[in-house]
């Protein structure tokens, strides 16, 4: 059973506009949520992080928004760029096996010129 | 430049051959972790090692086998064992701080026919 949901396949917007990424989450003792960015035969890159004392964390374009209520959380990509297309994975540390991470099975970004 | 460097970037094998994926970082990181990443799947953990002569299985260890005979150096073997041997695989390594990201390799793509 899957417990880091990332619903939306693949995703596209028009450059200049914002990209929202989705990612739920199962299990409610998961506290700290990363989001790496991924281009085709590359390692994933690290992008930005929250943990669950915060709602919100910001760096440059990219917002995490985190709603523990809901066990949802979201990236923003705002503005988009083309540089932004990749595939993007949202991870859950999970403390029960030693802090190892649980990805999501990713989403596509692709931005328009 | 520090980094994590996966040799070779492709690699062909016969079914039924044991093959060997080199993963070496640079970066003085304690832990090391192997993942593999197939189509439409998100990443999941094969094996990782959070010091060195110490490893651990993951959540798909079946077919492969580690050693971490030294802190820079974490070879992964697919054995004739693992089923489905054909995928992406991605090195990974952290420090052994709580929530720190992992820095991931740029991957072997292996084909097994």
């Known amino acids: 059973d899957q417990q880091v949901k990332q619903n939306s396949p693949s995703l596209s917007v028009q450059e200049g506009r914002i990209s929202i990424l989705n990612c739920d989450y199962t299990?409610?003792?998961?506290?700290?949520f990363l989001w790496y960015k991924k281009y085709p035969a590359e390692g994933p890159t690290f992008l930005i992080s929250?943990?669950?004392?915060?709602d919100k964390n910001e760096d440059g374009r990219f917002t995490v928004f985190l709603n523990k209520s809901a066990k949802h959380l979201s990236l923003h990509i705002v503005p988009s760029q083309p540089g932004d297309s990749a595939v993007y994975f949202c991870?859950?540390?999970?403390?029960?096996?030693?802090?190892?991470?649980?990805f999501g099975k990713g989403t596509k970004l692709s931005v328009k010129p | 430049d520090g980094g994590i460097t996966q040799s070779p970037k492709y690699l062909f094998r016969k079914e039924g051959q044991n093959v060997t994926l080199s993963c070496e970082q640079n970066?003085?990181?304690?832990?090391m972790y192997w993942y593999r990443q197939d189509p439409g799947q998100g990443l999941r953990l094969i094996y990782y090692?959070?010091?060195?002569?110490?490893?651990q299985k993951g959540d798909i260890a079946e077919g492969y086998s580690v050693s971490r005979e030294k802190k820079e150096s974490f070879p992964l073997t697919v054995t004739s064992a693992q089923k489905n041997p054909t995928a992406f695989y991605l090195c990974?390594?952290?420090?052994?701080?709580?929530?720190?990201?992992?820095?991931f390799g740029n991957g072997t793509r292996l084909t097994v026919t």
């Open positions: 299990n409610s003792m998961f506290d700290y």
């Open positions: 990974a390594s952290s420090i052994r701080e709580i929530n720190s990201p992992l820095h």
């Open positions: 090692s959070q010091i060195v002569n110490d490893f």
């Open positions: 970066l003085n990181h304690d832990a």
């Open positions: 929250i943990s669950s004392i915060k």
């Open positions: 991870a859950a540390v999970d403390w029960r096996s030693q802090g190892n991470l649980i």
